[in-house]
Protein backbone atom coordinates (compact mmCIF):
# COMPACT_ATOMS: atom_id res chain seq x y z
CA UNK A 1 0.00 0.00 0.00
CA UNK A 2 0.98 3.69 -0.50
CA UNK A 3 2.22 5.84 2.49
CA UNK A 4 2.02 9.35 0.75
CA UNK A 5 -1.03 10.89 -0.50
CA UNK A 6 -3.14 9.58 1.81
CA UNK A 7 -6.05 12.07 1.38
CA UNK A 8 -5.81 11.68 -2.22
CA UNK A 9 -6.06 8.10 -1.55
CA UNK A 10 -9.30 8.16 0.09
CA UNK A 11 -10.29 10.91 -2.60
CA UNK A 12 -9.96 8.32 -4.84
CA UNK A 13 -11.58 5.18 -3.19
CA UNK A 14 -14.84 7.63 -3.14
CA UNK A 15 -14.90 8.71 -6.49
CA UNK A 16 -14.25 5.22 -7.72
CA UNK A 17 -17.13 3.93 -5.93
CA UNK A 18 -18.76 6.82 -7.07
CA UNK A 19 -18.12 6.22 -10.57
CA UNK A 20 -19.36 2.37 -10.09
CA UNK A 21 -15.91 1.33 -10.74
CA UNK A 22 -16.63 -0.97 -8.05
CA UNK A 23 -20.11 -1.65 -6.39
CA UNK A 24 -21.34 -4.03 -3.79
CA UNK A 25 -24.36 -6.97 -4.71
CA UNK A 26 -24.17 -10.53 -5.57
CA UNK A 27 -22.05 -10.41 -9.00
CA UNK A 28 -20.40 -13.87 -10.90
CA UNK A 29 -17.23 -14.54 -11.14
CA UNK A 30 -14.76 -15.50 -13.90
CA UNK A 31 -13.67 -18.56 -11.25
CA UNK A 32 -17.32 -19.21 -11.20
CA UNK A 33 -18.40 -17.88 -8.06
CA UNK A 34 -20.59 -15.16 -6.85
CA UNK A 35 -18.92 -11.96 -5.22
CA UNK A 36 -20.30 -9.48 -2.87
CA UNK A 37 -18.00 -6.80 -4.60
CA UNK A 38 -17.48 -6.55 -7.74
CA UNK A 39 -14.61 -4.36 -9.66
CA UNK A 40 -14.79 -2.88 -13.56
CA UNK A 41 -11.78 -0.14 -13.86
CA UNK A 42 -12.84 -0.23 -17.68
CA UNK A 43 -14.90 2.91 -16.81
CA UNK A 44 -12.02 4.40 -15.85
CA UNK A 45 -11.19 5.37 -19.24
CA UNK A 46 -14.47 8.26 -19.34
CA UNK A 47 -13.29 9.77 -16.76
CA UNK A 48 -10.03 11.70 -17.44
CA UNK A 49 -9.47 13.39 -14.23
CA UNK A 50 -9.74 9.71 -12.71
CA UNK A 51 -7.19 8.30 -15.46
CA UNK A 52 -4.68 11.37 -14.42
CA UNK A 53 -5.21 10.35 -10.46
CA UNK A 54 -4.61 6.65 -10.80
CA UNK A 55 -1.84 7.01 -13.10
CA UNK A 56 -0.33 9.56 -11.24
CA UNK A 57 -0.54 7.46 -7.95
CA UNK A 58 0.94 4.71 -9.94
CA UNK A 59 4.24 6.49 -11.17
CA UNK A 60 4.45 7.98 -7.23
CA UNK A 61 4.48 4.45 -6.42
CA UNK A 62 6.70 3.65 -8.83
CA UNK A 63 9.62 6.01 -7.63
CA UNK A 64 8.98 5.12 -3.89
CA UNK A 65 9.50 1.76 -3.94
CA UNK A 66 12.15 2.56 -6.32
CA UNK A 67 11.32 0.04 -8.96
CA UNK A 68 13.49 0.49 -12.01
CA UNK A 69 12.62 -1.48 -15.06
CA UNK A 70 13.61 -1.13 -19.10
CA UNK A 71 10.36 -1.49 -20.30
CA UNK A 72 6.25 -1.45 -18.76
CA UNK A 73 3.69 -4.07 -19.77
CA UNK A 74 0.08 -3.61 -18.80
CA UNK A 75 -1.94 -6.88 -19.16
CA UNK A 76 -4.38 -6.53 -21.13
CA UNK A 77 -6.79 -4.64 -21.67
CA UNK A 78 -8.04 -2.73 -18.71
CA UNK A 79 -4.60 -2.06 -17.77
CA UNK A 80 -2.88 -0.77 -20.97
CA UNK A 81 -4.08 2.45 -20.99
CA UNK A 82 -2.83 2.94 -17.57
CA UNK A 83 0.94 1.05 -18.76
CA UNK A 84 0.84 3.83 -21.84
CA UNK A 85 0.51 7.22 -19.77
CA UNK A 86 2.86 5.16 -17.09
CA UNK A 87 5.41 5.13 -19.78
CA UNK A 88 5.56 8.13 -21.24
CA UNK A 89 5.59 10.04 -17.93
CA UNK A 90 8.23 8.02 -17.01
CA UNK A 91 9.98 7.52 -19.74
CA UNK A 92 9.96 4.01 -19.49
CA UNK A 93 9.44 2.07 -23.08
CA UNK A 94 6.48 -0.40 -22.93
CA UNK A 95 5.46 -3.45 -24.49
CA UNK A 96 2.31 -4.59 -25.86
CA UNK A 97 1.20 -8.10 -24.77
CA UNK A 98 -1.07 -9.29 -27.38
CA UNK A 99 -3.68 -12.30 -25.85
CA UNK A 100 -3.69 -13.98 -29.22
CA UNK A 101 -0.73 -14.21 -31.63
CA UNK A 102 -1.56 -13.04 -34.92
CA UNK A 103 -2.73 -15.43 -37.97
CA UNK A 104 -0.13 -13.85 -40.25
CA UNK A 105 2.75 -11.88 -40.41
CA UNK A 106 5.40 -12.00 -37.62
CA UNK A 107 3.09 -13.82 -35.00
CA UNK A 108 4.67 -11.93 -32.51
CA UNK A 109 2.74 -12.33 -28.97
CA UNK A 110 5.17 -9.20 -27.71
CA UNK A 111 5.13 -6.04 -29.48
CA UNK A 112 7.64 -3.70 -28.50
CA UNK A 113 11.65 -3.05 -29.11
CA UNK A 114 13.72 -5.44 -26.74
CA UNK A 115 16.63 -7.96 -25.97
CA UNK A 116 16.69 -11.31 -23.89
CA UNK A 117 17.56 -9.70 -20.34
CA UNK A 118 15.43 -6.74 -20.49
CA UNK A 119 13.68 -5.98 -17.16
CA UNK A 120 9.76 -5.45 -17.44
CA UNK A 121 7.30 -3.85 -14.86
CA UNK A 122 4.06 -5.11 -14.67
CA UNK A 123 1.03 -2.73 -14.43
CA UNK A 124 -2.21 -4.22 -13.43
CA UNK A 125 -5.80 -3.13 -12.45
CA UNK A 126 -7.53 -5.41 -10.56
CA UNK A 127 -5.88 -8.68 -9.19
CA UNK A 128 -7.83 -11.52 -7.53
CA UNK A 129 -5.90 -15.00 -8.03
CA UNK A 130 -3.28 -13.21 -10.29
CA UNK A 131 -3.58 -15.67 -12.91
CA UNK A 132 -3.48 -12.90 -15.32
CA UNK A 133 -0.19 -11.59 -14.41
CA UNK A 134 1.09 -14.91 -14.37
CA UNK A 135 -0.29 -15.21 -18.23
CA UNK A 136 1.42 -12.17 -18.89
CA UNK A 137 4.64 -12.88 -17.26
CA UNK A 138 4.99 -15.98 -18.72
CA UNK A 139 4.68 -14.75 -22.52
CA UNK A 140 7.23 -11.95 -21.34
CA UNK A 141 9.06 -14.99 -20.26
CA UNK A 142 9.06 -16.45 -23.11
CA UNK A 143 10.83 -13.98 -24.76
CA UNK A 144 13.70 -13.72 -22.27
CA UNK A 145 12.21 -10.71 -20.13
CA UNK A 146 12.64 -10.87 -16.55
CA UNK A 147 10.12 -9.65 -14.54
CA UNK A 148 10.00 -9.49 -10.53
CA UNK A 149 7.61 -6.66 -10.16
CA UNK A 150 3.95 -5.81 -10.90
CA UNK A 151 2.08 -2.15 -9.63
CA UNK A 152 -1.26 -2.48 -9.31
CA UNK A 153 -4.36 -0.33 -8.66
CA UNK A 154 -6.46 -2.90 -6.32
CA UNK A 155 -5.86 -6.37 -4.59
CA UNK A 156 -8.53 -8.05 -3.71
CA UNK A 157 -7.01 -9.46 -1.18
CA UNK A 158 -8.09 -13.50 -1.85
CA UNK A 159 -4.44 -15.00 -2.71
CA UNK A 160 -3.00 -12.49 -5.85
CA UNK A 161 0.21 -11.77 -3.53
CA UNK A 162 1.03 -15.22 -2.92
CA UNK A 163 0.45 -16.85 -5.83
CA UNK A 164 2.41 -14.30 -8.04
CA UNK A 165 5.06 -14.80 -5.39
CA UNK A 166 5.56 -18.08 -6.22
CA UNK A 167 6.67 -17.27 -9.84
CA UNK A 168 9.08 -14.89 -8.10
CA UNK A 169 7.40 -11.76 -8.52
CA UNK A 170 6.36 -9.29 -6.26
CA UNK A 171 2.77 -7.27 -6.25
CA UNK A 172 2.71 -4.16 -5.03
CA UNK A 173 -0.74 -2.59 -4.77
CA UNK A 174 -2.54 1.01 -4.46
CA UNK A 175 -5.67 0.32 -2.67
CA UNK A 176 -6.15 -3.00 -0.76
CA UNK A 177 -9.81 -4.32 -0.62
CA UNK A 178 -9.94 -3.46 2.94
CA UNK A 179 -8.68 -0.04 2.75
CA UNK A 180 -11.84 0.77 0.24
CA UNK A 181 -13.96 -1.01 2.86
CA UNK A 182 -12.69 0.55 5.59
CA UNK A 183 -12.60 4.61 3.36
CA UNK A 184 -16.21 4.21 2.54
CA UNK A 185 -17.16 2.75 6.10
CA UNK A 186 -15.41 5.69 7.75
CA UNK A 187 -17.02 7.96 5.35
CA UNK A 188 -20.51 7.22 6.15
CA UNK A 189 -21.08 5.85 2.25
CA UNK A 190 -21.23 1.77 3.88
CA UNK A 191 -22.39 0.15 6.79
CA UNK A 192 -19.78 -1.69 8.98
CA UNK A 193 -22.27 -4.86 8.43
CA UNK A 194 -21.50 -4.72 4.62
CA UNK A 195 -17.48 -4.35 5.52
CA UNK A 196 -18.17 -7.12 7.94
CA UNK A 197 -19.74 -9.14 5.45
CA UNK A 198 -17.43 -8.96 2.72
CA UNK A 199 -14.15 -9.06 4.89
CA UNK A 200 -15.92 -12.86 5.45
CA UNK A 201 -16.57 -13.74 2.08
CA UNK A 202 -13.20 -12.47 1.53
CA UNK A 203 -11.44 -14.62 4.15
CA UNK A 204 -13.52 -17.82 3.31
CA UNK A 205 -12.77 -17.33 -0.41
CA UNK A 206 -9.49 -18.01 -1.01
CA UNK A 207 -8.44 -18.44 -4.81
CA UNK A 208 -5.17 -20.73 -6.55
CA UNK A 209 -3.89 -19.06 -9.00
CA UNK A 210 -5.21 -22.23 -11.59
CA UNK A 211 -8.69 -20.90 -10.33
CA UNK A 212 -9.68 -23.46 -7.82
CA UNK A 213 -10.85 -22.42 -4.59
CA UNK A 214 -8.73 -22.88 -1.05
CA UNK A 215 -10.84 -24.84 1.07
CA UNK A 216 -13.03 -27.03 -1.29
CA UNK A 217 -16.32 -26.65 -1.19
CA UNK A 218 -15.88 -23.66 1.95
CA UNK A 219 -15.91 -21.06 -0.23
CA UNK A 220 -19.73 -21.81 -1.82
CA UNK A 221 -21.35 -21.61 0.74
CA UNK A 222 -19.79 -18.20 2.00
CA UNK A 223 -20.58 -16.71 -1.25
CA UNK A 224 -24.23 -17.39 -0.84
CA UNK A 225 -24.30 -15.51 2.69
CA UNK A 226 -24.09 -11.99 1.07
CA UNK A 227 -27.28 -11.84 -1.35
CA UNK A 228 -29.22 -8.35 -1.10
CA UNK A 229 -32.08 -10.76 0.54
CA UNK A 230 -29.86 -10.89 3.95
CA UNK A 231 -28.92 -6.95 3.99
CA UNK A 232 -31.10 -4.72 5.78
CA UNK A 233 -33.50 -1.89 4.78
CA UNK A 234 -30.87 0.85 6.44
CA UNK A 235 -27.87 -0.80 4.98
CA UNK A 236 -28.76 -0.79 1.03
CA UNK A 237 -30.17 3.00 1.59
CA UNK A 238 -26.09 3.78 1.71
CA UNK A 239 -25.19 1.19 -1.09
CA UNK A 240 -28.81 3.12 -3.35
CA UNK A 241 -26.92 4.93 -6.23
CA UNK A 242 -30.71 6.91 -6.58
CA UNK A 243 -31.34 9.64 -3.57
CA UNK A 244 -35.18 8.50 -4.08
CA UNK A 245 -34.17 4.60 -3.36
CA UNK A 246 -32.20 6.38 -0.34
CA UNK A 247 -34.86 8.09 0.95
CA UNK A 248 -37.49 4.80 0.69
CA UNK A 249 -35.22 2.76 2.17
CA UNK A 250 -34.85 5.02 5.19
CA UNK A 251 -38.54 5.42 5.29
CA UNK A 252 -39.19 2.11 5.60
CA UNK A 253 -36.80 1.33 7.73
CA UNK A 254 -37.92 3.88 10.14
CA UNK A 255 -41.66 3.33 9.58
CA UNK A 256 -40.95 -0.12 10.01
CA UNK A 257 -43.60 -0.67 7.10
CA UNK A 258 -42.43 -2.36 3.62
CA UNK A 259 -46.38 -2.32 2.49
CA UNK A 260 -47.29 -0.39 -0.83
CA UNK A 261 -51.26 0.37 -1.11
CA UNK A 262 -52.59 0.09 -4.65
CA UNK A 263 -54.90 2.49 -4.20
CA UNK A 264 -57.29 1.48 -7.85
CA UNK A 265 -60.43 3.64 -7.04
CA UNK A 266 -62.15 5.40 -9.32
CA UNK A 267 -63.50 8.81 -7.47
CA UNK A 268 -60.87 11.06 -5.45
CA UNK A 269 -62.73 11.30 -2.39
CA UNK A 270 -62.72 7.60 -2.13
CA UNK A 271 -58.75 7.84 -2.67
CA UNK A 272 -58.26 10.70 -0.28
CA UNK A 273 -60.03 8.46 2.48
CA UNK A 274 -58.30 5.56 1.39
CA UNK A 275 -54.88 7.17 1.98
CA UNK A 276 -55.98 8.87 5.40
CA UNK A 277 -56.83 4.92 6.81
CA UNK A 278 -54.10 3.58 5.37
CA UNK A 279 -51.90 6.00 5.39
CA UNK A 280 -50.14 5.27 8.98
CA UNK A 281 -49.04 1.66 8.03
CA UNK A 282 -47.47 2.27 4.23
CA UNK A 283 -44.54 3.32 3.14
CA UNK A 284 -45.90 3.96 -0.99
CA UNK A 285 -49.37 4.55 -2.17
CA UNK A 286 -49.12 3.85 -5.75
CA UNK A 287 -51.79 5.44 -8.06
CA UNK A 288 -53.37 4.76 -11.14
CA UNK A 289 -54.38 8.60 -12.03
CA UNK A 290 -55.62 8.29 -15.59
CA UNK A 291 -59.09 5.65 -13.87
CA UNK A 292 -59.77 8.85 -11.49
CA UNK A 293 -63.39 9.85 -12.98
CA UNK A 294 -63.38 13.29 -11.10
CA UNK A 295 -59.75 14.33 -11.03
CA UNK A 296 -58.64 18.22 -10.27
CA UNK A 297 -55.49 20.03 -8.92
CA UNK A 298 -56.89 20.09 -5.33
CA UNK A 299 -56.99 16.00 -5.36
CA UNK A 300 -53.06 16.05 -5.62
CA UNK A 301 -52.91 18.93 -3.14
CA UNK A 302 -54.97 16.48 -0.82
CA UNK A 303 -52.89 13.73 -1.47
CA UNK A 304 -50.05 15.79 -1.35
CA UNK A 305 -50.68 17.01 2.24
CA UNK A 306 -51.85 13.19 3.04
CA UNK A 307 -48.69 11.79 2.01
CA UNK A 308 -46.59 14.09 4.45
CA UNK A 309 -48.89 13.92 7.47
CA UNK A 310 -48.47 9.74 6.94
CA UNK A 311 -44.62 10.08 5.64
CA UNK A 312 -45.41 7.78 2.64
CA UNK A 313 -44.10 8.44 -0.60
CA UNK A 314 -46.68 9.04 -3.81
CA UNK A 315 -45.79 6.39 -7.22
CA UNK A 316 -47.93 6.77 -10.37
CA UNK A 317 -47.94 3.24 -11.94
CA UNK A 318 -48.19 4.34 -15.02
CA UNK A 319 -46.33 2.25 -16.82
CA UNK A 320 -44.57 4.71 -19.83
CA UNK A 321 -43.56 2.95 -22.73
CA UNK A 322 -43.17 5.09 -25.93
CA UNK A 323 -40.22 7.62 -27.16
CA UNK A 324 -38.02 9.60 -25.29
CA UNK A 325 -39.65 12.73 -26.27
CA UNK A 326 -43.31 11.47 -26.14
CA UNK A 327 -42.50 10.18 -22.63
CA UNK A 328 -41.06 13.29 -21.26
CA UNK A 329 -44.54 15.04 -22.85
CA UNK A 330 -46.70 12.30 -20.90
CA UNK A 331 -44.43 12.88 -17.66
CA UNK A 332 -44.24 16.78 -17.42
CA UNK A 333 -47.50 17.66 -19.36
CA UNK A 334 -51.08 17.18 -20.35
CA UNK A 335 -53.93 17.49 -17.30
CA UNK A 336 -52.12 15.24 -14.70
CA UNK A 337 -48.30 16.57 -14.94
CA UNK A 338 -47.16 14.00 -13.10
CA UNK A 339 -43.56 14.74 -13.01
CA UNK A 340 -44.64 17.60 -10.22
CA UNK A 341 -46.15 15.61 -7.76
CA UNK A 342 -44.96 11.75 -7.84
CA UNK A 343 -41.89 10.69 -6.12
CA UNK A 344 -41.95 7.96 -8.40
CA UNK A 345 -43.42 6.58 -11.72
CA UNK A 346 -43.18 3.14 -13.34
CA UNK A 347 -41.79 2.33 -17.01
CA UNK A 348 -41.50 -0.37 -19.12
CA UNK A 349 -38.22 -1.24 -20.51
CA UNK A 350 -39.03 -2.23 -23.63
CA UNK A 351 -37.91 0.85 -25.33
CA UNK A 352 -34.64 0.55 -24.13
CA UNK A 353 -32.43 3.50 -22.23
CA UNK A 354 -34.48 5.66 -24.09
CA UNK A 355 -36.93 5.31 -21.61
CA UNK A 356 -35.52 6.09 -18.59
CA UNK A 357 -33.54 9.31 -20.56
CA UNK A 358 -36.86 10.64 -21.88
CA UNK A 359 -38.24 10.85 -17.99
CA UNK A 360 -34.91 12.82 -16.87
CA UNK A 361 -35.14 14.83 -19.83
CA UNK A 362 -38.88 16.04 -18.39
CA UNK A 363 -37.14 17.14 -15.37
CA UNK A 364 -34.04 19.19 -17.05
CA UNK A 365 -33.63 22.28 -14.76
CA UNK A 366 -36.46 21.44 -12.47
CA UNK A 367 -35.62 21.98 -8.60
CA UNK A 368 -37.10 18.44 -8.00
CA UNK A 369 -35.02 16.90 -10.07
CA UNK A 370 -33.41 14.82 -7.35
CA UNK A 371 -36.70 14.03 -5.71
CA UNK A 372 -37.71 12.24 -8.30
CA UNK A 373 -37.50 8.13 -9.79
CA UNK A 374 -38.12 5.68 -11.80
CA UNK A 375 -39.53 2.13 -11.25
CA UNK A 376 -38.56 -0.32 -14.25
CA UNK A 377 -40.85 -3.53 -15.25
CA UNK A 378 -38.60 -6.43 -15.73
CA UNK A 379 -41.14 -8.79 -14.90
CA UNK A 380 -45.46 -8.40 -14.77
CA UNK A 381 -47.77 -10.68 -12.23
CA UNK A 382 -50.24 -11.00 -15.39
CA UNK A 383 -50.83 -14.84 -16.28
CA UNK A 384 -49.34 -15.18 -19.77
CA UNK A 385 -47.37 -12.21 -20.16
CA UNK A 386 -44.59 -12.09 -22.76
CA UNK A 387 -41.67 -10.93 -21.01
CA UNK A 388 -38.71 -13.67 -21.02
CA UNK A 389 -35.27 -14.17 -19.71
CA UNK A 390 -33.27 -11.85 -22.12
CA UNK A 391 -35.61 -9.09 -21.34
CA UNK A 392 -35.26 -9.56 -18.32
CA UNK A 393 -31.36 -9.51 -18.40
CA UNK A 394 -31.69 -6.34 -20.37
CA UNK A 395 -33.62 -4.50 -17.80
CA UNK A 396 -31.12 -5.25 -15.26
CA UNK A 397 -28.70 -3.65 -17.48
CA UNK A 398 -30.87 -0.42 -17.94
CA UNK A 399 -31.35 -0.62 -13.78
CA UNK A 400 -27.47 -0.86 -13.21
CA UNK A 401 -25.59 0.05 -16.06
CA UNK A 402 -24.73 3.57 -17.69
CA UNK A 403 -25.45 7.49 -16.92
CA UNK A 404 -28.68 7.21 -15.65
CA UNK A 405 -29.02 4.66 -12.71
CA UNK A 406 -29.02 7.87 -10.25
CA UNK A 407 -32.85 8.14 -11.17
CA UNK A 408 -33.61 4.41 -11.40
CA UNK A 409 -35.39 3.33 -8.02
CA UNK A 410 -36.13 -0.53 -8.22
CA UNK A 411 -37.37 -2.42 -10.28
CA UNK A 412 -41.15 -4.00 -10.30
CA UNK A 413 -40.66 -7.88 -10.32
CA UNK A 414 -41.65 -11.29 -9.60
CA UNK A 415 -38.43 -12.94 -8.53
CA UNK A 416 -35.21 -12.34 -6.75
CA UNK A 417 -33.33 -13.55 -9.63
CA UNK A 418 -33.92 -10.03 -11.74
CA UNK A 419 -31.18 -7.85 -10.33
CA UNK A 420 -28.88 -8.44 -7.83
CA UNK A 421 -27.66 -4.80 -7.09
CA UNK A 422 -28.55 -4.03 -3.39
CA UNK A 423 -28.91 -0.72 -3.84
CA UNK A 424 -32.40 -0.77 -5.78
CA UNK A 425 -35.51 -1.95 -4.72
CA UNK A 426 -37.86 -5.15 -5.50
CA UNK A 427 -41.04 -3.92 -6.09
CA UNK A 428 -43.73 -7.11 -6.30
CA UNK A 429 -47.80 -7.00 -6.81
CA UNK A 430 -49.68 -9.57 -7.04
CA UNK A 431 -50.24 -9.95 -3.39
CA UNK A 432 -53.17 -11.47 -1.25
CA UNK A 433 -53.57 -13.46 2.08
CA UNK A 434 -55.53 -15.54 0.62
CA UNK A 435 -53.59 -17.11 -2.79
CA UNK A 436 -55.77 -17.20 -6.03
CA UNK A 437 -56.26 -15.37 -9.46
CA UNK A 438 -58.53 -12.92 -10.21
CA UNK A 439 -60.81 -13.39 -13.29
CA UNK A 440 -58.65 -11.06 -15.55
CA UNK A 441 -55.21 -13.05 -15.26
CA UNK A 442 -54.02 -11.90 -12.11
CA UNK A 443 -52.15 -14.28 -10.09
CA UNK A 444 -51.64 -13.48 -6.27
CA UNK A 445 -49.13 -14.98 -4.01
CA UNK A 446 -48.83 -14.32 0.14
CA UNK A 447 -47.08 -11.48 2.14
CA UNK A 448 -44.43 -14.13 3.04
CA UNK A 449 -44.08 -16.12 -0.26
CA UNK A 450 -43.13 -12.41 -1.89
CA UNK A 451 -40.63 -11.43 0.78
CA UNK A 452 -39.13 -14.25 1.52
CA UNK A 453 -38.83 -16.27 -1.61
CA UNK A 454 -39.15 -14.02 -4.31
CA UNK A 455 -36.99 -11.34 -3.19
CA UNK A 456 -39.87 -8.91 -2.39
CA UNK A 457 -38.77 -5.36 -0.33
CA UNK A 458 -42.53 -4.16 -1.20
CA UNK A 459 -45.15 -6.06 -1.32
CA UNK A 460 -48.08 -4.64 -3.21
CA UNK A 461 -51.76 -4.83 -2.18
CA UNK A 462 -54.85 -3.33 -4.16
CA UNK A 463 -58.11 -5.63 -3.62
CA UNK A 464 -56.55 -7.42 -0.77
CA UNK A 465 -57.30 -4.56 1.26
CA UNK A 466 -59.54 -2.35 -0.70
CA UNK A 467 -62.38 -4.90 -0.54
CA UNK A 468 -61.68 -5.80 2.89
CA UNK A 469 -64.47 -4.98 5.49
CA UNK A 470 -62.11 -2.77 7.87
CA UNK A 471 -59.83 -1.49 5.27
CA UNK A 472 -57.22 -0.05 8.68
CA UNK A 473 -57.56 -3.43 9.74
CA UNK A 474 -56.19 -5.06 7.20
CA UNK A 475 -53.43 -2.52 6.35
CA UNK A 476 -51.75 -3.26 9.72
CA UNK A 477 -52.26 -7.02 9.01
CA UNK A 478 -50.19 -6.78 5.72
CA UNK A 479 -48.12 -4.53 6.53
CA UNK A 480 -47.29 -6.75 10.13
CA UNK A 481 -47.32 -9.51 7.87
CA UNK A 482 -44.66 -8.18 5.50
CA UNK A 483 -42.45 -6.35 8.05
CA UNK A 484 -42.24 -9.85 9.67
CA UNK A 485 -41.19 -11.88 6.85
CA UNK A 486 -38.78 -9.04 6.23
CA UNK A 487 -36.97 -9.54 9.63
CA UNK A 488 -37.09 -13.01 9.43
CA UNK A 489 -35.42 -12.79 6.20
CA UNK A 490 -32.67 -10.86 7.24
CA UNK A 491 -32.42 -12.48 10.43
CA UNK A 492 -28.91 -14.39 10.62
P1 LIG B 1 -54.44 -5.92 -6.81
O1 LIG B 1 -55.78 -5.37 -6.54
O2 LIG B 1 -53.65 -6.23 -5.52
O3 LIG B 1 -54.44 -7.06 -7.80
O4 LIG B 1 -53.65 -4.69 -7.49
C1 LIG B 1 -52.36 -4.81 -8.01
C2 LIG B 1 -51.85 -3.49 -8.53
O5 LIG B 1 -50.52 -3.65 -9.00
C3 LIG B 1 -52.63 -2.92 -9.69
O6 LIG B 1 -52.66 -1.53 -9.53
C4 LIG B 1 -51.85 -3.28 -10.93
O7 LIG B 1 -51.95 -2.29 -11.93
C5 LIG B 1 -50.43 -3.33 -10.39
N1 LIG B 1 -49.57 -4.35 -11.06
C6 LIG B 1 -49.82 -5.69 -11.02
O8 LIG B 1 -50.80 -6.13 -10.43
N2 LIG B 1 -48.98 -6.57 -11.62
C7 LIG B 1 -47.87 -6.18 -12.28
O9 LIG B 1 -47.11 -7.00 -12.78
C8 LIG B 1 -47.63 -4.78 -12.31
C9 LIG B 1 -48.47 -3.91 -11.70
BR1 LIG B 1 -46.14 -4.22 -13.17
Not at 65 to 94: D, E, N
Not at 200 to 224: T, W
Not at 265 to 276: E, F, G, N, S, V
Not at 433 to 455: A, C, F, M, W
Request: charged content about 25%.
Amino acid sequence: MVTKNADQMKALALKLFEINAFKFGDFKMKVGINSPVYFDLRVIVSYPDVMKTVSELLVAHIKELQLSSKHVCGVPYTALPLATIVSVQQHTPMLVRRKEAKDYGTKKLIEGIYHAGDTCLIVEDVVTSGSSILDTVRDLKSEGIVCTDAVVVVDREQGGVANIAKHGVRMHSLFTLSFLLNTLHEEGRIERETVDAVAKYIAAVQINSDGSFVGGDKPHEAANEFSRTKLTYESRANLAKSPLAKRLFNLMATKKTNLCLAADLTKADAILDMADKCGPYICLLKTHVDIVEDFTESFIVNLKALSARHNFLLLEDRKFADIGNTVALQYGKGIYKISDWADLVTAHTLPGRSIVQGLKAALDGNDVAKERGVFLLAEMSANGNLIDEKYKENSNKIATEGGDVDFVTGVVCQSTGCFAFPGLIQLTPGVKIDESVDKLGQQYNTPEHVIKERGADIGVVGRGILQAANVEKAALTYSDRLWAAYEERVAK
